[in-house]
């Protein structure tokens, strides 16, 4: 019961906080490439293609939902992304991550993402990815120093009690 309180506090809350109604803009958003008539690219290979783009700063989103994104690479992206943020004239504002197994530490370095002042991402998907309570606090923390998130998405992680979801709803106030 507890639980559902939270999770509904945390819906309510992210409500709140003004989600903007989605423009028809025209995106860059980076996805691992895959074509039927070539094998299949490494994930890495994609990975280090993402972080060029990023530097050069000319995609605003990533989608790279159940790609088996390992540890090492959530946090070169992370990375990328924190070091590129005050420079780049086109601000990452999607990235969506859901299904990626690379748990509280990888979560921890996207929070950094999050926490950072030029951060623009209004869109962040963390479902799946192996978070516990440890990783909730830590978005929590992040979240409060971040007015973009209009939409998380921390579903599927079943390591997350009412603990978590309570900080991250405290968090948004």
């Known amino acids: 019961l507890e639980y559902t309180k939270k999770k509904w506090d945390l819906e309510k809350a992210l409500k709140e906080r003004g989600a903007k109604k989605e423009h028809h803009e025209e995106e860059q958003v980076a996805q691992e490439e895959e074509s039927p008539e070539s094998p299949k690219k490494g994930v890495g290979q994609n990975i280090r293609s993402i972080i060029q783009q990023i530097e050069q700063g000319t995609i605003d989103g ?50 950094e993402v999050i926490a950072n002042e030029n951060s623009a991402v209004e869109i962040l998907d963390l479902g799946n990815c192996g978070m516990t309570d440890l990783g909730a606090e830590a978005l929590a923390e992040a979240l409060k120093k971040n007015k973009t998130v209009r939409k998380l998405t921390i579903s599927g992680n079943e390591g997350i009690t009412a603990r978590g979801i309570g900080a991250i709803a405290k968090a948004l106030g």
């Open 62 to 111: 990533i989608q790279l939902s159940f790609k088996n994104i390992t540890l090492g690479e959530a946090k070169a992206l992370a990375e990328a992304m924190v070091a590129n943020a005050e420079k780049s004239t086109i601000k990452i504002k999607t990235i969506d991550l859901y299904g990626n197994k690379f748990a509280d530490e990888g979560v921890m370095a996207f929070s």
